[in-house]
């Protein structure tokens, strides 16, 4: 042992530096652990201590009959980030703070999992109470525990062999705690019937989906059953999949659309899987985990018949049913949605759905409690169930009775319902405020987004990754966003779980944490994770510090720039355009497209936001090539409206890069240079064009200035991460209120505000919406009608029309049909007079909207001359009505589905 120890104090320490990042995880002793010996020079086989064991008594030892050569290759094949490398190395953290070693921090945070008494939640004091009597039946006869605990523990130990909790349950658990599962999924579905013999309990809610899964597995080749699953998921879900040898299939949830569902994902998603596998089963987790969203009752809908459609058998886990926070959501279960859809649907989609006592406000995650409720199961099949079932002969009696617990809690007549209504509330009531504060803080980082947490217990918000970080990583083989997560364990001792663990789109990062915390923790933890975002984005930032130069010089620099640009001419497009304006004032010379005459006479071309595609004979003729200055982040948003979609789609950072131009593809060429930029709050399209264009005209200068060394370490643009920026079009502007959230309505105006107004139908007619004022905080005359989006409420006070979107209320001052007119000329003219205060979505209409381009000519003294083209186009704006081109099934489900009310809101 004493050998043991020395070789272990031998091994290096995890130091901060991101060159040890790689080497101490991948060398810790669960990853390689023949490491050690080897490096002591003792034979590869022998492990450690055997090789201490050897030294001692010749005898050789024979091999291992279990070794990584002989392993299952489906265990190996078993991923589950939760629990991974980051969470073992924080243990390794923590353990080595207790031994006194110096660390930046004090304590490691683990925000890795959803674990609510580890993070400091206390116990549902009649929860305990139950438990406590089952477990010691003596304390029957306290005065200490009320009637009502003594009556529940009392009927459970009925029901339990030998009325005690130590002995077996049957297989499917104990019957009593069944029927009050059943009693409680009736009355929690508003009367839908439940029979207690579909009800099964488990060992957590992951012993039940475990087991559905291998009951569905079958097949080889084609005929593999295939699992659809969400992404991003839940590593249980992929984990039991590889272990079963079934097929992934992976439908992703729309993030822009604070994670919904789509349906057409979910089509896209089955029929490519279809070429290769037999899809069987379809995954839904509700509310999301690690997205916490809550699924909408239409979108549960539309789920239900596809899986009818196709025939699937549908997997629901439901874990989190209690956790909702978010006013404008509400938690459909999906027994409650397939029976209200009607008994054809009833009666035959197979559905499994999930609960557990490790979530919701009790938290009780060790008692490992659980059940299933199975739906429509052919009668075979659910013998085959038991008897799977029967193999573990039973889940924890004690995790039974606090299930019981969780269904049957205190009613208001009985004793202890004051203080567990208190308890209970107090526990989500807190849980809500730290999922708004967690959205809050995390949104307010620059190159950090989070959608809102509308439920469960868990932010997964995406987060900018510079392109240098992400290169590193790759040559640490691993994930960008691991390399994130690791350097803020090792700098704010702060776990979290990277992206990558749980799937997300290809070029998109994440990390989940848990908002579990208590608050003062919680906010500690949000402002370091802050502060050390900042520092990381700073660390990465400057792209090519090997030719970096201070501020001062730059300054220095770009004051002398006179002397860096010999000759500069410019070519243009069109006739009458501003470039072609400054370049005459400034007396330059001016020339048509395509340009003639330039072998030999310049250096390098410029091209900004140029509408066509540079021939090769063209580009050839430059010594350094032609430079495009682009206002993103290339691969982001290549395409012609890259600051549009900046806006549109809520980015926090962008930037501007100066790439090198190759023919054939737009925006695809080596980056020279690049540079971040913050977005600021509520900017505008224009205003965000407006600070990147002079940032542009800087970086330009910047890289005329050292043009030979940035050709040298010119870097080619990185494969993943690629997103289009297509150009702007009138359908684009039109409202889907039932899709679209107040803040997607709020950057969709900030981006096409002041190229064209937002459109919707008002009986029939366009109307354009003017003058946008944000979110509206409104109360109804009756409360208890719950507005259908599109909905019209005029706010006298305010002078502001308010229409109802998927999650709120957004206000317009003014709106747009044969004339402008004010909100309330709308009300007075219109809205009052009709029997359908309805905004409704619209047919499509595309627009062609003109590009500005550029592209212009120098010289440079040092080089011989530079080409740097200019030009922008004036077009005239054509509108085209493309609604012949709308499938007549598409109108008439939009015409279906936007049923109108009765009469205007209006206070």
Known sequence: MHRLKQLVHRSPHLHLRTTSLCSSLWQHPRFKSQAPAERCGLKKRFSTAEATAETRDPVRMREKTLTMATLNPQVKAVEYAVRGPIVIKAGDIERSLQEGVKQPFTEVIKANIGDAHAMGQQPITFVRQVVALCCFPELLDSPAFPDDAKQRAQRILQDCGGQSLGSYSASQGVDCVRQDIADYITQRDQGVPADWNNIYLTTGASDGI??????????????????????????????????????????????????????????????????????????????????????????????????????????????????????????????KVLYEMGPEYFNNVELASFHSTSKGYTGECGFRGGYMEVLNMDPQVKAQLVKLLSVRLCPPVSGQAAMDVIVNPPKVHEPSYAQFAKEKSSVLDALAHKASLTEKILNSVPGIKCNPVQGAMYAFPQIFIPPRAIQEAQELSIAPDMLYCLKLLEETGICVVPGSGFGQREGTYHFRMTILPSPEKLKVLLEKLKEFHLRFLAEYSQLEPQISRTNQDQHREMSNSEGVVESLEVVTLFADVPVKRFAQQNQLPLHSWPPDNVDGRFDVGVVVSFGCLLPERLINKFPHGILNIHPSLLPRWRGPAPIFHTIMHGDTVTGVTVIQIRPHRFDVGPILNQELHQVPEKCTADELGAILATKGAHLLMDTLMTLSERMAHKREQRQTGVTFAPKLNASMSWMVWEEQTCDQIDRLYRALGSWMPLRTLWMGRTVKLLDFVGKCHISLSDERRRPVPGSVSYQKETNTLAVCCKDGWVGFKAVLLKKRLTAADFYNGYLHQTAEGLFKDSPSLQIDVPVLTILTTLSLKNLKTLHFKSSAVTEHVQCRSSESNINKHIKEEMIHDRTPLRGPYHS
């Open 210 to 335: 475990m087991s559905i899964l291998k009951l569905l597995v079958s097949g080889q080749g084609k005929s593999r059953t295939g699992v659809m699953i969400p992404i991003p998921q839940y590593p249980l879900y992929s984990a039991t999949i590889s272990e079963l040898e079934a097929v992934h299939i992976n439908y992703y949830l729309d993030e822009a659309n604070c994670w919904a569902l789509d349906i057409e994902e979910l089509q896209r998603a089955y029929l490519t899987a279809k070429q290769h596998c037999q899809p069987r089963v379809l995954c839904i987790i509700n509310p999301g985990n690690p997205t916490g969203q809550v699924q909408s009752k239409k979108c549960i809908e539309e789920v239900l018949h596809f899986a009818y459609e196709e025939n699937l058998f549908v997997m629901a886990d439901e874990v989190y049913q209690d956790n909702v926070y978010s006013p404008d959501c509400q938690f459909h279960s999906f027994k």
